[in-house]
């Protein structure tokens, strides 16, 4: 679909269901309609390098997909793919409609925004209890997922990390030399540390610690309802997903840090790892701090990307420069 059928789409209001409220959220991949009940998402016809939606078949592929993954984590939430039909000027999402199939959405039932963990911790409303209920069924989906024992590849996730130096000229910039020197430093931290600990990487992929996890564990995609929701995990690139478990844990916790709360952070590997006990001596727990600062070299890049492709808010600023402190925060740890 293009931008102007997704705005036609909207005008029409053509879904399966009555609502008072049609509106509509847009990330780099994706858009996604929201009504009373329901969220409907719809790929964007787009090919990078890491993923390829730019074919019908290929879309189609992509929501049964992650259908399918999403539905280890959580039930009731991904309830299926429609079709989306264009007869004439007339789009309407629905299954046997006349016309020709455009392109396909996936329906999910819509939840409580406000109930986000990323917003409840902002909040400082998150409760221990809430943070033991997470930590079980997340160590109960690692003891299930499949076991991954593909070769670690240090060159793969050294080149990862170090692709943050594209952004090394906006971030002079913004914050000057002693800045952009600190990632070039970083860099090298990540360099000297994945040489150093090659041999115990590729012993835990041999241990069976790498799965196939979600791949984008952070606070926005959980739900703290009466039960954690976890959900949106990574579809469209099986690598993506393809994680140590203290890789997937240690995004969970970049978030702890980055709001401050290194109580739940304790409480949340207290429960995990006493039942799925994936660190097994001083190595590992470094391995888990290498993690952290890799996700939080993830997150500054796709952070200031975004500040320099629109200019950026001061909220967004202010999001970066925090990241920033949490990557030099663990440089100097490691």
Not at 46 to 61: I, N, P, V, W
Not at 112 to 129: C, G, Y
Request: hydrophobic share 40%; aromatic share 10%; charged share 25%.
């Amino acid at each position: 679909m293009t931008a102007q059928q997704i705005e036609t789409l909207i005008e029409q209001r053509n879904i399966p269901e009555k609502t008072n409220t049609l509106s509509l959220v847009e990330t780099h991949i994706s858009w996604v309609l929201l009504t009373d009940h329901f969220a409907y998402k719809i790929k964007k016809p787009l090919q990078f390098s890491f993923l390829d939606f730019s074919t019908l078949e290929a879309r189609k592929h992509s929501c049964e997909r992650e259908v399918t993954l999403n539905k280890r984590l959580t039930s009731g939430i991904y309830l299926g793919v429609l079709p989306i039909w264009q007869e004439n000027s007339t789009i309407k999402i629905g299954n046997k409609e006349h016309g020709q199939i455009i392109d396909y959405a996936v329906q999910m039932k819509r939840l409580d925004t406000e109930r986000q963990m990323h917003k409840l911790l902002e909040n400082n409303k998150v409760q221990a209890p809430q943070i033991a209920q997470l930590a079980t069924q997340l160590a109960d989906f690692h003891s299930k997922t499949d076991i991954i024992k593909d070769p670690f590849d240090l060159q793969n996730l050294d080149e990862k990390f170090a692709d943050i130096l594209k952004i090394t000229d906006f971030v002079e910039k913004t914050w000057g030399t002693n800045v952009q020197e600190s990632i070039q430093n970083a860099v090298r931290i990540s360099s000297q540390f994945l040489k150093q600990y090659a041999a115990r990487f590729q012993e835990r992929n041999t241990r069976g610690f790498v799965i196939d996890g979600h791949g984008d564990l952070h606070s926005g995609n959980i739900f703290l309802l009466d039960e954690p929701v976890i959900f949106d995990c990574i579809e469209f690139n099986d690598q993506f997903r393809y994680v140590d478990m203290l890789d997937e844990i240690a995004f969970l916790c970049l978030d702890f840090d980055f709001y401050e709360r290194p109580d739940l952070e304790k409480l949340f590997l207290e429960h995990y790892l006493h039942q799925m006990p994936c660190i097994e001596g001083e190595t590992d727990q470094k391995i888990f701090l290498y993690y952290k600062l890799y996700r939080a070299n993830v997150r500054l890049k796709v952070t200031c990307l975004g500040l320099m492709q629109h200019n950026g808010a001061d909220q967004d600023l202010s999001i970066a420069q925090r990241y920033l402190h949490l990557l030099k925060t663990y440089c100097n740890i490691l």
